[in-house]
């Protein structure tokens, strides 16, 4: 099995393209998510092709979702470290809401800046 891998350089590297459409992610129900074996019926699935097609569509699901809210968190933390805001963060404030280093923070509010410049999906107008 590969390495999983990790979300795109907040310095705007562009992530490798993908192969499979992801599948979607649904939400399971309450009971569902209560027994921890339980997971998106992965194991009841007895077909080892049929595993491997379904975990696989859910692991590049995941990937894509992951990718997409690092986007949003850049985003979040470009217009927050914004200077024309009078309640601005200052990178230590935003790396300690977000558990991230200064220097991470410094990064990914530069890739919110390049996604927001070259036209990504600003947060509030999603919906």
Known sequence: MSEPQS?????GA???PRRLK?????FEPP??????EHFFDLES??????????STELALAFRSAADR??????????????PRRFDRLSLAVLAE????TEDY????VEFGHSLIRDGGTRPDEVG
Do not use: H, N, V, Y
């Not at 992801?22 to 649904?26: Q, T």
């Open 7 to 11: 979300a795109p350089d907040p310095r």
């Open 14 to 16: 562009a992530p490798a």
């Open 22 to 26: 992801p599948a979607p992610l649904l």
């Open 31 to 36: 009971e569902a998510t209560a027994d921890p």
């Open 45 to 54: 699935i007895e077909d080892p092709r049929e595993l491997l097609s379904r």
């Open 69 to 82: 809210a690092t986007e949003f968190q850049a985003m979040a933390a470009a217009q927050l470290a914004d």
């Open 97 to 100: 809401r977000a558990g991230w």
């Open 105 to 108: 923070a410094r990064k990914m």
